[in-house]
């Protein structure tokens, strides 16, 4: 097992294809309120994930281990939007997709919590890659490029009759990109538009802190994303008002 991640609230452990995520005690706490944090914590952000992954790109939930506060979670292999986001030649895109997730989980009463494109991590489609599928006998035979030599001539000839079916699967180069929604440690459930304008509010901070190159564009695209849900409206409203207390605060 080797160490990927350690903050301040979990441990993440990579494991094969897993990703385990152990929620560290703290010792500032009374032993008996700490095990009740973290145990709720981790069933709460089970609860998120089982709920978005029907919704936007999430890792699923393999195991849940409440008696020791663990989630086990599928790793998922891509780029971290944090480190990379600016050397893309489709950030826009990407930018405009973040926007249409948050919707998506605000439309569902799901607050992230921690938007930041540290918790934020990019799968290109693969451009290379054309699988099809031939049936045989109830049987998948892989086929590339369409190319049917790899199965006998009279096969072909059958294929050709149309006698034999070849099944196209999407593959990667007709995928589209994928945005992965990670770490939410952080979320809970509410259809409030304090909560969702809050949550706004921590995207756009982390792009002005992270990428602040390109920071104006990129928030751009996000609202632009962020305004297909018919329910923007009532959020981004709200955000001018979170902003507005957050400069008031800053002036003193």
């Known amino acids: 097992m080797t160490i990927i991640s350690q903050g301040a609230e979990a441990i993440l452990t990579k494991k094969g294809s897993n990703v385990i995520k152990d929620r560290i005690k703290k010792s500032y706490r009374l032993p008996e309120i700490d095990t009740r ?28 281990d409440e008696k020791n506060n663990k989630i086990t979670l599928e790793y998922i292999e891509g780029k971290k939007l944090s480190d990379n986001l600016d050397k893309l030649t489709n950030n826009l895109k990407i930018c405009k997709t973040i926007g249409k997730q948050i919707s998506i989980l605000h439309d569902n009463g799901i607050i992230h919590g921690d938007l930041t494109t540290s918790n934020m991590i990019y799968i290109p489609s693969n451009k290379n890659k054309v699988k099809n599928k031939l049936i045989k006998n109830n049987t998948k035979v892989e086929l590339s490029n369409n190319n049917l030599t790899d199965i006998s001539r009279n096969e072909r000839a059958r294929v050709h009759e149309g006698t034999i079916n070849i099944k196209h699967e999407p593959s990667d180069s007709e995928a589209s990109d994928k945005v992965y929604f990670i770490d939410f440690g952080l979320g809970y459930e509410s259809n409030s538009p304090e909560d969702k304008a809050v949550d706004l509010h921590l995207i756009k901070q982390a792009l002005e802190a992270k990428h602040f190159k390109h920071y104006e564009k990129y928030w751009k695209s996000i609202l632009e994303g962020y305004h297909t849900s018919a329910n923007s409206k009532a959020a981004l409203n709200r955000l001018n008002k979170v902003e507005l207390r957050g400069r008031y605060k800053q002036a003193y």
Do not use: D, F, H, M
């Open 37 to 64: 944090i973290r145990k709720q914590r981790t069933k709460k952000e089970a609860r998120l994930l089982n709920k978005a992954q029907s919704l936007i790109p999430v890792p699923k939930i393999i195991k849940l």
